[in-house]
């Protein structure tokens, strides 16, 4: 990639922008020239999500105790020692900050250069802190979770100006197995922070990060199915050991369910495709921890007048697939209930858009909720997912945004979403064409 450190005339027209904030002219920032495009769409976000660009530091989003057990049980945890020995050693001496945040901004390790770590104090770029784009605007770790991608901020191209003499590089950090955003790594510091090569550091990092998380992970799958294979011989009583989510936990019991009519079941590292009806089941039982009873659960799960026969003969079914992957993870009865913390990927996607990161949602959003199902509690859970995500694009988000979420099968008819990104794009945008074309059939399919 090519040298993003930019020069003078660039700061210049970075600095020109922000006077246009003072004056309360902001849509100007649409024609300042020399500002990057990505830049200007950042600065265009922060402002629909009120980032003020004069507050001197970041919120704290997690106090000690919550940010020790929180990031004790993050997934990126586990790759922290890779983090450490490629980026975090050789920072302590080079005048650079290295911070590895969770999938909605926050910072949960930040460390480096010990005189820039007191500097850094000041703007509270600090563990704990959120550095979210709808929280502090335009940054690296924020402005990388929004676009799904590396990038590079430098100074004045920073939305808080008390974040203007600082320049980092940032790159998400992806699931290796799932794809869904886990986090974002990022190097901070003066203009070394985006030189040409810190980019490629920092994506090289990450993608060796990634590499490892995927080794250790087919390691505890086999010393699982080893582990199995011995308590089923006579000969072993002693159960394996597994790791728990306070314990640092290599990854999370997790549930793909969005653009699949099977889910995809993830528990200690072993994975599966469910059937559609365990699909729905272990579902509907993720997203009610407290459990449900035989009759609250049969009517979730089958149109009109459901059978707890039926039920308890597919629970059967379903405890014999559990028990091979985990025995822990078996559900109890009186009510059903999850004695695990499963976390389906639609509540990832829920999570995202409460604290205002539409961008990472759709980033994680891969489709309607089975959308093949016909069960009630699935088809409300597919329909407030779907609809909030809309309605969270539709108020806040890009052109861009909402021509990825018209690409969606679900969206494919949704006249609204097209007109409102047409009202978006720049009158020569090469977009434009396409989605007036698909306007025009819309329009011509819904007179005939």
């Given at each position: 990639?090519?040298?993003?450190?930019?020069?003078?005339?660039?700061?210049?027209?970075?600095?020109?922008?922000?006077?246009?904030?003072?004056?309360?002219?902001?849509?100007?920032?649409?024609?300042?020239?020399?500002?990057?495009?990505?830049?200007?769409?950042?600065?265009?976000?922060?402002?629909?999500?009120?980032?003020?660009?004069?507050?001197?530091?970041?919120?704290?989003?997690?106090?000690?105790?919550?940010?020790?057990?929180?990031?004790?049980?993050?997934?990126?945890?586990?790759?922290?020692?890779?983090?450490?020995?490629?980026?975090?050693?050789?920072?302590?001496?080079?005048?650079?900050?290295?911070?590895?945040?969770?999938?909605?901004?926050?910072?949960?390790?930040?460390?480096?250069?010990?005189?820039?770590?007191?500097?850094?104090?000041?703007?509270?770029?600090?563990?704990?802190?959120?550095?979210?784009?709808?929280?502090?605007?335009?940054?690296?770790?924020?402005?990388?979770?929004?676009?799904?991608?590396?990038?590079?901020?430098?100074?004045?191209?920073?939305?808080?100006?008390?974040?203007?003499?600082?320049?980092?590089?940032?790159?998400?950090?992806?699931?290796?197995?799932?794809?869904?955003?886990?986090?974002?790594?990022?190097?901070?510091?003066?203009?070394?922070?985006?030189?040409?090569?810190?980019?490629?550091?920092?994506?090289?990092?990450?993608?060796?990060?990634?590499?490892?998380?995927?080794?250790?992970?087919?390691?505890?799958?086999?010393?699982?199915?080893?582990?199995?294979?011995?308590?089923?011989?006579?000969?072993?009583?002693?159960?394996?050991?597994?790791?728990?989510?306070?314990?640092?936990?290599?990854?999370?019991?997790?549930?793909?369910?969005?653009?699949?009519?099977?889910?995809?079941?993830?528990?200690?590292?072993?994975?599966?495709?469910?059937?559609?009806?365990?699909?729905?089941?272990?579902?509907?039982?993720?997203?009610?921890?407290?459990?449900?009873?035989?009759?609250?659960?049969?009517?979730?799960?089958?149109?009109?007048?459901?059978?707890?026969?039926?039920?308890?003969?597919?629970?059967?079914?379903?405890?014999?697939?559990?028990?091979?992957?985990?025995?822990?993870?078996?559900?109890?009865?009186?009510?059903?209930?999850?004695?695990?913390?499963?976390?389906?990927?639609?509540?990832?996607?829920?999570?995202?858009?409460?604290?205002?990161?539409?961008?990472?949602?759709?980033?994680?959003?891969?489709?309607?909720?089975?959308?093949?199902?016909?069960?009630?509690?699935?088809?409300?859970?597919?329909?407030?997912?779907?609809?909030l995500l809309r309605e969270a694009i539709l108020t806040d988000g890009s052109a861009e945004s909402m021509l990825k979420f018209a690409a969606l099968p679900e969206a494919r008819d949704d006249v609204g979403?097209?007109?409102?990104?047409?009202?978006?794009?720049?009158?020569?945008?090469?977009?434009?064409?396409?989605?007036?074309?698909?306007?025009?059939?819309?329009?011509?399919?819904?007179?005939?």
């Open positions: 990639m090519k040298n993003l450190t930019p020069p003078g005339a660039l700061q210049r027209s970075a600095l020109a922008a922000h006077e246009s904030l003072d004056g309360g002219a902001f849509a100007e920032v649409r024609e300042v020239p020399g500002l990057r495009s990505l830049i200007r769409e950042s600065w265009l976000r922060s402002a629909g999500f009120k980032a003020n660009p004069d507050n001197p530091a970041a919120p704290l989003a997690l106090d000690r105790d919550e940010l020790e057990d929180y990031r004790n049980r993050h997934p990126l945890a586990a790759i922290m020692p890779v983090i450490t020995r490629l980026l975090v050693q050789p920072s302590h001496d080079s005048g650079l900050l290295v911070a590895v945040g969770d999938e909605v901004g926050r910072l949960l390790w930040v460390d480096g250069d010990p005189a820039l770590q007191r500097r850094a104090e000041g703007m509270m770029f600090v563990a704990g802190a959120d550095w979210s784009e709808a929280t502090v605007g335009t940054s690296a770790p924020g402005t990388a979770l929004a676009l799904g991608r590396g990038i590079q901020i430098s100074g004045a191209e920073h939305y808080q100006r008390a974040v203007h003499p600082w320049s980092c590089t940032a790159v998400p950090f992806h699931d290796p197995d799932s794809g869904a955003v886990l986090g974002v790594v990022d190097i901070t510091g003066t203009d070394t922070a985006v030189a040409p090569h810190t980019l490629s550091l920092v994506e090289a990092t990450v993608a060796a990060a990634q590499a490892q998380l995927r080794v250790e992970r087919l390691q505890r799958a086999a010393e699982l199915a080893s582990g199995h294979a011995r308590r089923r011989s006579p000969a072993t009583a002693v159960a394996p050991h597994r790791t728990g989510a306070g314990e640092g936990s290599l990854y999370r019991d997790s549930l793909q369910l969005l653009g699949r009519d099977q889910a995809l079941l993830s528990l200690d590292g072993r994975t599966v495709v469910l059937s559609a009806r365990h699909s729905e089941i272990l579902a509907l039982l993720s997203i009610h921890p407290a459990g449900l009873s035989a009759d609250e659960l049969s009517a979730l799960l089958y149109p009109g007048e459901g059978s707890t026969i039926t039920l308890r003969a597919e629970m059967v079914r379903l405890r014999k697939v559990l028990q091979q992957l985990n025995p822990d993870a078996v559900p109890g009865s009186r009510p059903y209930r999850l004695p695990v913390d499963l976390v389906p990927d639609s509540s990832q996607v829920l999570s995202c858009l409460q604290r205002g990161a539409h961008r990472i949602a759709l980033e994680i959003y891969r489709g309607a909720v089975l959308p093949r199902s016909e069960a009630p509690g699935i088809v409300e859970l597919r329909d407030k997912v779907s609809g979403i097209r007109r409102a990104a047409l009202r978006l794009l720049p009158p020569r945008s090469p977009k434009r064409a396409a989605v007036v074309a698909e306007l025009e059939r819309l329009e011509a399919e819904l007179s005939v």
